[in-house]
């Protein structure tokens, strides 16, 4: 049974146009991250979120990107306008705090941009 | 700035052979040492963790060690099946923040 969930597994846009991207977290953790992977490349943090607030954010994570829980449950990582090398695979990881800092990464939504 | 690097980049190997991946890493303060398993096009499984004190976890056929002195970890893989075939990441924790390495992909034939 997979931790989190993500929809939609692909998306495919036009450059310019608004995304949103979804996580589902099957447990009720208050710690959510996004990540990105670029195809061939490494996997590269975006985003932290903690108790309905951005608690850490990367450089790529600039004005376009914004992370929300609208409806305390879902958690979703929209992108304004998107450009060409906004594809990759983006993936949701749920987390908890403690000595290990576990997280459970979610399948991904493959984001096309053309 | 905290940097993941493993080795080699790729790897053949015939099915029920043994192989191992290499990570070196330069991150402060750690906190933990992890190697997933990502299938292509899905997102990574964690396989084993490792603390400070620990030098040698296994789970199944995946054995992780570990030597915080030198920092290098390394994944044997024991036995290999067709399934084994995927990118295997080592991620390292420090003050809650993941540096991901870039992956070693591993392709099992039979």
């Known amino acids: 049974e997979p931790e989190v969930t993500q929809t939609p597994s692909h998306q495919v846009t036009q450059m310019g146009q608004e995304v949103i991207l979804r996580c589902v977290p099957i447990?009720?953790?208050?710690?959510f991250y996004w990540y990105r992977q670029i195809l061939g490349q490494k996997v590269e943090f975006l985003v932290s979120?903690?108790?309905?607030?951005?608690?850490?954010k990367s450089e790529i994570f600039d004005d376009q990107f914004s992370v929300e829980r609208p409806d305390g449950s879902n958690f979703t990582l929209k992108i304004r306008s998107t450009k060409l090398e906004d594809s990759a695979m983006y993936f949701c990881?749920?987390?908890?705090?403690?000595?290990?800092?576990?997280?459970?990464f979610g399948p991904g939504t493959r984001l096309t941009v053309l | 700035k905290n940097q993941v690097e493993q080795s080699p980049q790729s790897l053949i190997i015939l099915e029920g052979k043994n192989c191992t991946l290499q990570?070196?890493?330069?991150?402060?303060?750690?906190?933990?040492l992890r190697w997933y398993k990502q299938d292509t096009g899905r997102g990574p499984v964690s396989l084993t963790i490792?603390?400070?004190?620990?030098n040698t976890k296994s789970n199944r056929r995946y054995t992780a060690t570990l030597d915080a002195d030198t920092k290098q970890s390394s994944l044997h893989i024991t036995a290999s099946q067709l399934s084994d075939s995927a990118s295997y990441i080592c991620?390292?924790?420090?003050?809650?923040?993941?540096?991901f390495g870039a992956g070693t992909t591993v392709t099992v034939r039979a």
């Open positions: 990881a749920r987390g908890r705090r403690g000595v290990n800092n576990e997280q459970f």
């Open positions: 447990s009720n953790h208050l710690y």
């Open positions: 979120f903690y108790n309905n607030e951005i608690s850490e």
């Open positions: 990570c070196n890493y330069t991150v402060s303060p750690f906190s933990n």
């Open positions: 490792m603390t400070f004190s620990e």
């Open positions: 991620v390292v924790t420090a003050d809650y923040k993941l540096s």
